[in-house]
Structures are given as structure tokens and as C-alpha cells.
């Protein structure tokens, strides 16, 4: 507690001294790193080591006695040798405590300072019995001498001011005590004049240890400084991407340095002199920089092209004009090589606008585009946009995986652009929605032309990956500013002419029309009423006849669906099975088909078959394998009598899934018909891929049948090629005697259409039906199908391809 106390009241009495306005102790702070103490210290005591200190003490001893000689006895002399003595000792420990290392240098200091004081008092007493006994006419010359050696002795004691001014008033305090002793001297003139002394050899003491102190630190830190700044030159030249480089006046290179030469791979001889400017590739950022130049101001980071070596590098330029006599002599440029930096933020940037796949702009791109061209659109110089979405790219996707799509949408992008010819600005919108900006066009027609164009591109079978794969596209048309003054309305409008497309049946271009914001309103009311009507009730199926012409009877008959509106009416289903593709009901109303139409036709004569249309989502995740044997176990019917007509667009993609659950069927007994063929791709491969059981000859070849004709020879083409691989034809759409005479001429199987019947409801079916208990004996004789798996039906896949 009471060193506590101590120590408090020394710090407080520190900082009144400090404060007071004469005091000279603020000179003892200066400014003293942490790590500088002790080394600080090492230098007080090398300073203080510097001095002979005996030689110094036994040349004061000796003149001092030389002074006092005359009244002196033998007893000074014995005391002055003793003296001598002791501090010869005192000084020869202080020597040998340093020199054995068990103190540390801030120690040692504070040790010599208690030694000062010892020597401070000896001496002192010393001189003062001298004052006292020296004779009157020598008095004079002691008191100087000894003012002259308080001085001297600031040499030793600056280093250590402290200990320094305790010594200066303990020994300036004895003397003036003794003078005070001698009546040949009057004492109110001899404190004066010591306590003058004193303040002098305490300002003299305190300036001397302040520019010591700080004179030593500032060395110590200007080398410091200069080394850690050599370092960081020779690590700069040695390893730093940048270098200097000087021009003069005229921006001619000046003292190209090594580095230089060294980046552009040339000697200074052929730099020196050459424009700086033509080293870089002339354009918008090397303007810029001989514009910031120009202006005989600094710039900073100006980033310039230069070619090196046939490469392209980018260069960081930051530069400061230089003066002479207040007249610019040139710029001095510091320069780095930002080459890898540049093209990485480059890339950033690209990405930023670009689709990182296709790399054509994306939507926020293509936005940016729209809002610039609508800016500028009038009446008089229209631009059109072009909204186009893949069909069947779906398809691809799940079946064959997202990195065959992704290079399908790579393929996809090129043919678009390829189709524009570099006449539209394209973009890819995100998914399988791309967007084209067209402004050269003169009427509608070439619009529609474009279209087409960008339809045929598209619908061209791919050779990816060894796989050879159809899509087709839909494209909506919008013209600005007629079908929008804003790019919202003149997208939606490209959006509602894409769906009035794609409800046309795909692979065709609309313009917009305005007569479109209402069919799209009621498909919305149909689609919310179609989402009920299955469990309304509301479906029906009728049969059309398949009409055979060797035996001139009914072979059967195709089921097609009905929507009964308790509002609307009978709706075509030309008008909603559109929908239920589009909403994903058209599963469940596979299912439910299925189920109908094998239970109507158990009910049929045993060689009748029937016909079930079949969607290309029914296909996914072997759907449709599995909704047909539960419809087969459920009813009863027997398979080979079950006829289900594939589209060629459901096997576009040549899917194996697809083919394996078609042989599947084909297993169960289930025939396979080829519907409307030759309105698709490559139908002859689709032939090879799967042996079909029937081919299917579309309605527009039957409208356009006559002698002669194209249709004629593509059908007999058709039914020669059915006969060779042994599969049952049928045409539809027979609305005519011709037709029917011209189809039994080439000699089809089956017909169907107006001409035979439109399809009626089952209960006006022309046919006598089986009973009931016929149809349950007929149930009990066939396998029982629910216990059957589908694994039971897997095809050897080498077998297959065999």
C-alpha cells in the first residue's frame, strides 16, 4: 500500500513539474518506441564508456590541488589519493557488473546513476573542505575552476540528465555552503550567483540530452526507414509487375528502362525515341489516354491495349507531368501489366449481358435493346420482335439429360442466327425462349418469311453426340410500335401471337393480332372449366369406323374423345386437347380413354378392334405401359385387339426409354400404329427403329389424291413400301368415292372418314353387342394381367438393336 501510495505521489509530482511554465523536464519526452528502451539505453552506456574516466579524475585532483596548494596540510593529500582510489574502484564494478550481462542496459543506466550521485557527494565534500582552507588570493581562481569543471562535467552527465542535475545541486550546494564559512566573502552575493549556475547547467544539461536523445533516434530511424525503402526497391525491381517509364514534352519514350525492354521484347536503342502512343493499338482507350496527357494533368489506371509478340496485353498506365524551370517537360509514367486482371473483369462483364451458355445476350440485354429501339421507333420505321420457343425441347431434356439439351440449345441459338443472316439482334430469354429483334423488313409477308425461315432451321434433324434428334419451334411476331408503344405490351403481344401458335398445332410463325387478347381469355376459362370437367363427367368418347375394302366390313373403330359443356356444347378437341396438353391433364384423360374405350369394345364382337390415340406425355416415366395393363386387367379385353396410334413427334427424339415401352406393348400383344405418317421427319428411320404394325397415311395426302398427282405417287410409294415390311395400312380422311376408288386401286387395307362415317356415340354403334356373361368368361380366360410386372416384358436391348 504505501509503495503504491509512493509511486503515486512521484507520478504526480512528474507531471506538476511538467506543467510548470520554466521547467525544462518536457525535453525528457520524446518520442520512444517500445522496442527501442533498451537499445537506447546501450547507447547512453556507450557514450558513457567513451570517456577515460580515471585519467579524467586524476587530472581534476591534481589541478584542484594545485590550486589549494599553499593552504593545504598532508591530510588533503592522503584524502585526495583515497579518493582516487575508491572511485577508481567504483568505476572498475560498475565496468564489471556491465560487462557480465546479468543486467539489462536500462538497468545498468540506473546503476550508473546512483554512482554519479556517490561520486557527486564525495567529490563535493571534498571540494568544499578545500574552499574552506584554500588561502584568500586563491579563493578567485578555486571558485572558477570549479564553475569551469561543473561545466565540463556535463559531458558525462547530459546522457543521464537526471542523475546529471541531482549531481550539479548536490556539489554547487556544498561549495555554496562552504563559502558561506569564509569571512572574506559576502554571502548575500554568493547564493545568487550559484543559484545561477545551477538553472544554467540545468538548461545546458536537459538541451544537450534532448539532442542527443533525438539526434540518435532519428538516425536510427532515417536508416531503418532507408533500408525497409531499399527492400522494398530491389523486391520491386526484382519481382513487382510495374516499371517507370519517362517521355519527354513531345510524349517520345525517354531512358527506357530494362523492365521496359524487357515486357516489350526490344532493345533500348530501338524505344528510345520512338512516340509512346505508337506502341499501343490505336482506339477508344488509346485516346483517352493522349487526351488525359493533353490536358498536362495526372491520371491514374488508364488501361490500353498493346500487342506483344502477336499477343494482346493490357497495360495500367498512371502518369505525372514533369516540370523544368515551370515549363513541362514530359511525364513520368509508373505501368503494369493488368493483362490477366482485364480479361477477367472482361469476362465478368460479358457474362453480365450474355447467356454463358449460348453466349448471346440475355434477357437483361435484350430488355436494354428493346427499350433503346422503342425510343426510337415511328410509324414510319417500325421494328419487330420475335419471340420463339422450342417445341418438344422438353422432351429432350428429360429423356436424354440437361447437358444433351444444353448443346441442343446451343445448336438451337447458332441456327436462329445463322437464319437471321446478321439482319436482327438475337437473344436467349432464359430456358428454351429465345428473342430476336428484327428492323429490316418492308411488309408483314417478309415477317412471316423470316418466321419460316427461323421454323425450317430449327425443325432440321441434329447430329449431336452421335444421336441424330428433331425439335421444332413457335414464333410469335409483335411489330412496334403498331402492337406496343412499351416493351411489356410489345412482349405480351409477341406472347400471346407464340400461344395462338402453339395452339395452331407448333412449328408455325403468327403475327399478333388483337383478336388474340380474347381467344387467350376464353382458353383461360376453358382451361379452368376443363380442369373440372373429369370429374364432372363431362368427357365422352365416340368411334369412327375402320372400314376394311378387301371384305368390304367394319374392322373395327377408333375412340376420340368429346367435351360435352353444359354451357358450350360439344367442344372439338382440336379446341382443348391443346389445354390439356399444355396443363398437364391430358395424362388423366389418357387414362380415363383407355379405360373407356377396352371397356366398350369387351362389349364388341371378338374380331373387332379398337384405336386409342396416345399423348406424348403419357410416355414419360413408362406411363403409358403401365395406365394400358391396368386398363387390360380391368376390362378384360384382349390386347391384340388394342390398337394404339403414336405420332411420329412423340418419337422425334429417338428415346430408348420410349422404344423399350413401346416393345413392351408390343410383348403384351398391343399393336403399334404409325400415325400421320409422312407429315413428320425422317420417317423411314422411325420405320427401322420399331417394327409397327400398321402405318397410318395422313389426311393430307388422301384431300389431294387424284391421278397423276404428287399425293397419288407418295401413297403408292407408302403402300409398297407397308406391303415389303409386312404392316397394315390405313388412310384417313376419305370424304369422297374418288378417294375411296383411288385408295382400293393401290390396294389399302383400311380406310376411315366422312365418306364410311363420323365418329358416333357407343350406343349408336351399328354392331350387336356381346352379354355380360360372355364378356366375364371372356375376362376369366385371359391371363391375369394385375398379377404381371413390367420387368416380365423387358427386351434384350442387344437383341433389339440386332
Known sequence: MDGTASSGRLERLKLWLLERPGSLLHLLHYDIEPGEVEWFARRKLAYINSL???????????????????????HFYVGAVLLLAQMRVGLTELRRKESSGQYKPSEMVEIWAKGIWLRAIFLAAFTACC???????RIGALIIYVLVLAQLELLLQFTIPVAGIISQTISLGLMTFALLFRSDLRGELIVPVMGLQLIALHVMLFNLHYMFATRILRTRRLKAAGETIQGLLTAYETHASDWMLETDASGNVALPSERLCTALGRDAADLEGVKLVNLLVAGPETEALREAARKLKPFHDMVVPIVIEGDLHWWSVTGNPLYEELRH??????VRDVTDRYTAESQVRFLADHDSLTVLPNRHNFQARLEAALDGAVANNPFAVFYVDLDHFKAVNDTLGHQFGDSVLVEAAWRIKSALGGQGF??????DEFACIVDDFDTVDDLREVGRAIVEAISQPMEIERRTVRIGASIGIAIAPEHGATSETLLRSADLALYEAKSRGRGSAIVYDPAMEELKQERGRLELDLRSALANGEFELHYQPLHELASDRIAGFEALLRWRHPERGLIPPDVFIPIAEHTGLIVALGEWVLREALAEAATWPSDMTVAVNVSPAQMADFTLLKQVIAALSASGFDPHRLELEITETML????DDHLQQLERLHALGVRIALDDFGTGYSSLNYLRSFPFDKIKIDRCFISELNAGSESSAII?????????????TIAEGVESEEQLASLRALGCEQVQGYLISKAIPAEDLPISRQFARQKLEAADAMPRLPELKLEDYRVDQEARRA
Request: some cysteine; hydrophobic content about 55%; overall charge negative.
Open 652 to 655: 422425334m427424339q429417338e428415346c
Open 329 to 334: 517537360s514530359g511525364f513520368r509514367l509508373f
Open 426 to 431: 438475337v437473344a436467349r430469354l432464359g430456358g
Open 131 to 137: 574552499i574552506i582552507a584554500v588561502p584568500s588570493e
Open 716 to 728: 403408292e410409294a407408302v403402300l409398297d413400301l407397308a406391303s415389303k415390311l409386312n404392316m397394315q
Open 52 to 74: 577515460s574516466g580515471n585519467l579524467f579524475e586524476a587530472l581534476r585532483m591534481a589541478l584542484m590541488l594545485a590550486i589549494c596548494a599553499p593552504g593545504l596540510t598532508w
